[in-house]
């Protein structure tokens, strides 16, 4: 059943769960269906009403039955990657045929602003409640925090979004909002995301809530995007780096690339902030999603195919780079289900970087954490941004030789400006491989990755190892078309 956003302002969705544990926060009854104008009155209520913003965070592993997901639809906008060809809508966007009416565009569109309805609503009345002031400040700062990461994909993906701050009433006049500039979006996220680091979170969190790290890490990503297109607010490099170099000592490695798809180190190690997921409360199809079509691996009923790395992009990593090794950040063969002396051979390389052996080799309900943002991210972050500043630093240096030290490979060193920033850029496709991260690179940067020479390229000029050349409509998504009939204040993104 699809919503329109006038309905979710006026039916503002509680999704509960508990707030003791990492593990606990998940699982608790729901509350749903309360009255918002007696609900507010205990610090019970306002943190049981915080953890259900966080379920929102979901929204990107939702999905169906054909391999549709917006975690998938985001990685298809930035070309490496193939799919199942049951399904039509994906195939339309890896070939640049998509339209409005793609579920995906709706579906992260309505959820966003369902989250951002409820952190308006918290916001609202958190200050209120007669609480511990330092419990009421720190999740006062993570529902700042999470109101920025929303709008902060709204804004990256659709451009010019409405900006609504406070809940919405039938009578209110942003009922049916028109669309507010992107740097006015950006100036909510950034203010927000300041008023998080100043609430008393703490450092890190492992128990999966929202850290001054994840405040942090996002502000540091928000300012590096703001310092490239559209926005081109250069000034904004050297705040990029000042608050990634913020977490380089809070954080560490792994020394296992397995321990970024695992159950035991979920919120731990360099997994700064992560979706929660656990059997019994909220499982995802991530494994499902990611495993070659149709082939018997793992203890699942569907083995879709949506997302297959090209050969091309897999080729790309340097030679003896650890994570283009068999089951490190890939893999093409696999023990048979049901039959371990059989080796099923894909014939694709498929993502063991999402292959969560506990559900495989279990019940196949898969609780796998999806992770928006870890370690590694943040250095390369750093790096970019100082040099982009002062060219290529030590400093900088340390930082993505330590990505490239775990990798097997030997360091950089003697590079230009222009060679160094190549450089970082190719580390963040080869570590944040399929995380959600490629198309936003594209958005910010207008270059590509073209895989088969190795090097950047214009985006609308520069054919991906597919054949497809990005169109620059492409650099957004649409704005839903339900949302446009719904709301005629609404306009629609150039070319679509």
Known sequence: MKFNLRKYWICIVLLVLSVSSCKKYLNEKDYGNFVKNNYFTTASQAQTFVNGIYTQLHLFQNGDAYGESPFITIELFAGHATSLGQSVNNGNVIH????????????????????????????????????????????????????????????????????????????????????????????????????????????TDQTGRVSLGAVHTLLASVYLTTAGFPMQKTDNYALAATEAEKVLNEYTLFDNYAYLHDNAHKNQGELIFQGQYLVGVATNAIPQLTLPFNLPVGAYGDHLGAMIPTDEFVASYEAGDLRAE???????????????????????????????????????????????????????????????????????????????????????????????????????????????????????????????????????????????????????????????????????????
């Open 326 to 496: 068999e089951r490190q950040f890939y893999f093409s063969s696999y023990p048979q289900y049901g039959d371990d002396t059989k080796t099923v051979v894909f014939g694709v390389h498929a993502l063991y970087k999402y292959f969560h052996a506990e559900s495989a080799l279990g019940n196949g309900q898969s609780d796998e954490n999806w992770t928006f943002l870890r370690l590694p991210e943040a250095m390369l972050i750093y790096a970019e941004a100082t040099n982009e500043v002062s060219g290529p630093t030590q400093a900088a240096y340390d930082q993505v030789n330590k990505i490239r030290a775990r990798a097997k490979l030997a360091p950089l060193s003697g590079l230009t400006k222009d060679q160094f920033r190549e450089a970082i850029w190719r580390e963040r496709y080869h570590e944040l491989a399929y995380e959600d991260k490629a198309y936003f690179d594209i958005q910010r940067t207008h270059m590509v990755y073209d895989v088969v020479n190795n090097t950047f390229g214009d985006a609308l000029s520069t054919p991906n190892e597919q054949g497809v050349t990005m169109k620059e409509q492409y650099y957004l998504w649409p704005i839903p078309q339900r949302e446009i009939s719904t709301n005629n204040k609404l306009t629609q993104n150039p070319g679509w």
């Open 96 to 203: 640049q045929r998509t339209d409005p009416v793609n579920p995906g565009f709706e579906d992260v569109w309505q959820n966003s602003y369902n989250a951002i309805a409820n952190a308006n609503l918290a916001l609202e009345r958190i200050p209120g409640i007669a609480m511990d002031d330092t419990q009421k400040n720190k999740l006062l700062g993570e529902v700042y925090f999470l109101r920025a990461f929303f709008y902060y994909h709204l804004v990256r993906l659709y451009g010019d979004v409405p900006l609504i701050t406070n809940s919405v009433t039938v009578n209110s006049p942003d009922l049916y909002p028109s669309r507010s500039p992107v740097a006015d979006v950006y100036d909510l996220i950034i203010g927000d995301l300041q008023k998080a680091e100043a609430s008393g979170l703490p450092e």
